[in-house]
Each structure stands twice: as C-alpha cells, then as structure tokens.
C-alpha cells in the first residue's frame, strides 16, 4: 500500500541539466515537502508546500524549485543541476498524526 | 528489513504535563538517529544522537539514545500547547555511498490548554 511515491529511484544527470523529480501522494494530504539527505547532515528541507499553488522555501532553496499544480503531485526543479546537487532527495507527505516518505531518489550529477 | 517504530502514535496531555515519546529501531548499519518536530508548514531539527547513555538537552526538551536496545525516547517537561505537533524519528545507516534514511511513522502530541 504504497502511499508516497518518487518517480525514480536513481538518476544520474549532466552538469546544467534541467532535472525534473516527481512525488505523488494518495492520501489527500495538504502539506508536501522536498528534503535532501547527504551523510552526517540529516534532513535538509528545501522546499514545501501547504497547498495547491503555494510554495515556501525550506533552509537551502538555492538551485531549487518547486511546482504544486495537483493537490497529489509536489515536483521539485533543479534549473541547471550541478555537482554539488548530487545527493539523495526525499519528498514527504504530511497528514494529522502520520508522516509518510516516498523511497528517495538518489541523484548524481557529473 | 530496516524499520523504525514510533510509540505511542497519538498522546494528547494537559499544559504543564512531562511526555515521553518512544523510537524503537532494527537497523543493520547504524549511523545517528534524528528527532525532528514536525509542524503545519515546517518541520524543525531537535536532535542527533550517535552515541549511548549522552542525554541531549534543549530547554525543556531532551533525548537520550540506547544502542544496546536499540531505542530512543524524546521527553518533554512543562508541555505547552506550542508543543503541539508530530514529532519524527529518523535513523540514518551507512548504507550505499550515501547512507539513507528509515522513517517512523511519528507521534502526534496533542497538548489542551
């Protein structure tokens, strides 16, 4: 009963590519979040959103964007992917007493 | 499999009241272990725990880790209807050439005024 789902488990992507990451929700749940993952560091939040069409940034947007056009589907944007982007992306949904996470997205870019 | 269990998932408590939230974890290759406080727009770093028996102290807030049980808890002391949120265990292993990420479902604290 898969309940958050990314729409690649790896990529590997050039420096200066537009690289698209996907996350789908089924649980009708208003708040979405993009979080990065690197070793020792945590969760970093980079974006998120509370509802369809609004956006907040997280605590490193830099390179980033975001787009919430279906209340389901949260997609985050690197503009010009670069090396330092090369990380593993966790997108999550939040409901009243349950957090859920989709399996991540391990990006390199070279 | 790796898992991370959260206990109990919902608690609802008076101001003033001391709350202890539970994070049981099997993880093969163990790295750290995360408590986050996840609110309506953001969710909020509190803690990283790497080694047993250190308690880890943040105003009213601390955690302690055991690695021989293999459990966290995250007490609260003097709750405030601010505590309210669901507050996120995380453990990070050693796995792949980035580590990843195992998530508990979180607790959601309820605290009435």
């Known amino acids: 009963d898969v309940k958050v789902t990314q729409s690649s488990r790896y990529l590997v992507k050039r420096t200066g590519e537009k690289v698209f990451l996907e996350c789908v929700q089924d649980?009708?749940?208003?708040?979405m979040f993009w979080y990065r993952q690197d070793p020792g560091l945590g969760l970093r939040l980079i974006y998120f959103s509370y509802d369809v069409k609004m956006k907040e940034k997280g605590d490193i947007p830099e390179g980033y964007s975001v787009s919430r056009e279906k209340k389901e589907r949260f997609s985050l944007i690197l503009e010009s992917a670069s090396t330092n982007q090369t990380s593993m992306y966790l997108c999550?949904?939040?409901?009243?007493?349950?957090?859920?996470f989709g399996q991540g997205t391990r990006l390199t870019v070279v | 499999e790796d898992k991370v269990v959260q206990s109990p998932l919902s608690l609802v408590v008076h101001e003033g009241d001391t709350v202890t939230l539970n994070c049981s974890y099997e993880?093969?290759?163990?790295?750290?272990l995360l408590w986050y406080k996840q609110e309506k727009k953001a969710p909020t770093f509190l803690f990283m725990l790497?080694?047993?028996?250190i308690e880890k102290k943040s105003g009213r807030l601390s955690s302690i880790l055991d690695k021989k049980e293999l459990f966290s808890i995250l007490n609260i002391t003097a709750t405030q209807t601010g505590d309210s949120a669901i507050y996120l265990c995380v453990v990070e292993d050693y796995g792949g050439s980035q580590g990843n990420l195992i998530f508990g479902k979180g607790t959601k604290l309820s605290v009435k005024p």
């Open positions: 649980m009708d749940h208003e708040n």
């Open positions: 790497t080694s047993s028996g």
């Open positions: 999550a949904s939040i409901g009243r007493i349950e957090a859920f």
């Open positions: 993880v093969t290759n163990f790295r750290s």
